[in-house]
């Protein structure tokens, strides 16, 4: 991989670049979704009338290798929303280059202009390589999560 790495919206063109990404995402997790789930959350994300569900694509030379998922919701502790950024890949062969680092970046820089000075995010504890960069960036808490 070589080139500058720039990020932008995602946007209606880049279906088939973002399903790749999006689908090794969720490999990682042990996850298959169907695909009306890809197609209705692509839509949401590149659509006018889901300003609240939004994403970044991650590009090196041109060549999209991430992406990120964010969501700005309201907040009953704090009169601003608050961001849960949830979704972030780097592909392989482009980890160690920043895109990680830039794309969590690039959610804080909209999150602080769209006046939303909150910003989280979950990961699975054993993700060691992605929570090196987390620990750095971040602040973990003591929280745990619970599903129904």
Request: charged share 20%; glycine share 8%.
């Amino acid at each position: 991989m070589t080139g500058a790495l720039t990020l932008r919206a995602i946007a209606p063109a880049d279906k088939s670049a973002w399903v790749p990404l999006w689908r090794a995402y969720l490999e990682f997790y042990e996850t298959v979704l169907p695909e009306e789930v890809y197609d209705t959350t692509f839509a949401r994300l590149t659509s006018d009338a889901h300003p609240d569900q939004c994403g970044l694509l991650a590009l090196l030379g041109g060549t999209p290798v991430g992406l990120v998922h964010y969501l700005y919701h309201p907040h009953n502790w704090r009169i601003e929303r608050a961001c849960y950024l949830q979704d972030l890949y780097a592909a392989p062969e482009a980890r160690g280059r920043g895109v990680g680092r830039a794309l969590i970046e690039a959610v804080y820089a909209r999150a602080d202009a769209d006046g939303c000075p909150g910003v989280y995010w979950m990961t699975q504890h054993f993700n060691t390589t992605a929570r090196r960069l987390y620990d750095r960036i971040g602040t973990l808490t003591p929280f745990v999560k619970y599903t129904r």
